[in-house]
């Protein structure tokens, strides 16, 4: 049975509706074998959207102990993650972890993690901003 896919945004590439997120299982440490079984039955079963955050505590490690084992699998997957910081600098420092963590030379979406207020939005929008 194959997952229905569109394309994200007005573009593309092609992602499945269907996505694993960071949560459960891959927001733990110490989880790795379980972890390993949840991302791999995804990706077999087809899912291209994989989601991940800095805060999702071992859901970097997760996924980049997939991909060290799977790299034939990258060409396939869309990856995503987040980070929660409002400053440049500190956006960077967590954009080059998280690609560390995941083994990546990059993402295919790089978003703002738990945006909830205007002060919020004007602060990363500032020049120093993320």
């Given at each position: 049975m194959a997952i229905n896919t569109r394309l994200f945004g007005r573009t593309g590439p092609s992602v499945t509706r269907v996505g694993l997120g960071g949560e459960g299982v891959l927001r733990t440490h110490g989880r790795g074998r379980e972890a390993?079984?949840?991302?791999?039955?995804?990706a077999s079963s087809g899912i291209s959207?994989?989601?991940?955050?800095?805060a999702y505590a071992g859901s970097?490690?997760?996924y980049g102990?997939?991909?060290?084992?799977?790299?034939?699998d990258r060409s396939t997957i869309f990856q995503t993650s987040k980070s929660a910081a409002r400053?440049?600098?500190?956006?960077?420092?967590?954009?080059?972890?998280?690609?560390?963590?995941m083994g990546l030379?990059?993402?295919?979406?790089?978003?703002?993690?738990?945006?909830?207020?205007?002060?919020?939005?004007e602060e990363i929008e500032s020049p120093d901003g993320a």
């Open positions: 390993a079984g949840v991302i791999e039955k995804a959207y994989f989601d991940s955050a800095k970097q490690g997760y102990s997939f991909y060290r084992s799977h790299q034939e400053e440049y600098h500190e956006a960077r420092a967590d954009l080059r972890e998280t690609l560390e963590f030379n990059s993402l295919d979406l790089w978003q703002i993690h738990d945006l909830r207020t205007r002060g919020e939005l």
